[in-house]
């Protein structure tokens, strides 16, 4: 027997620390992972609720995620890439202007 | 205790450990890769919450295709150890006893107020077929919206990541 408020506190604990991951980390592309980790948080309690309340639209939505996660994943390292060619640096510290 | 509540704590704390590995680790490879021992451990509770389509997805799409994503470009951009910056003092004074009594007061009342029985596996409404139904009938034209998106994306994709010199050639 697995209560719906483990499934909630786990999805809650990684969403925070994506959320910890994103304030704390000083490096382009491992914030770009933190955001991925925060939806992956989200995307467990979709799907726990979709468990929980016998409705198949939470794991519908769980694919809507899926697919904006992947283009802004793509869209992301894509601007990372151009960021890192303009600046050669990946730290956030140094990547302060938006022009050059 | 439980078959299924066993199989929820591995998986669980799998999920636990990599989410933390990914936060202390400096280089990123190796936040990447805990980040992928995340994902496949989510996938894991997925099947224990009866979604074995959405199992599928998460192990060939996010632990898959996006990952390998991230990897190419970790290994493309060369990118090393992270360098360390000096934090706000006060961030730290106020922004620890903050967290716990946030996740404290939130851990309290969700163990509170909320209880489930437990599900089989494939005993959920979780077959393919049921969700095809949903995704294109219901959610048909959110479906379609997406999959502009996803081609918006691409081009934006390749129009950001190619070089300029590329691009100038091409127009003479």
Redesign the interface.
Known sequence: ??????????S???F???V??FL????I??I???I??ML?GV??SF??F???W????G??F???V??????????G??????V??TRET??V?QVNLLKL | MSFHLILFLAFGAVCVGGAVNLLAQRHPINSALSLIAVMAALAGEYLLLGAEFVAAVQVIVYAGAVMVLFVFVIMLLNAGEEQETKGSRVAVLLGVPGILTGGVLIAWVVARHSGTEAVAIGALPGPPADLAQLLFHDFLLPFEVTSVLILIAIMGAVVLANKPEATARKVD
């Open positions: 027997m697995v209560p719906l408020s483990y499934y909630l506190l786990l809650g604990f990684l925070a620390c994506g910890a991951g704390i980390k000083r490096n592309i491992t770009f992972m933190s991925e980790l992956n995307n467990l799907v726990a979709a468990a929980h016998h409705a198949l639209s794991q519908v769980v694919f809507f899926m697919v904006v996660a992947a283009a802004e994943a793509a869209v390292l894509a601007i990372i890439i151009m890192y060619r990946l730290n510290d």
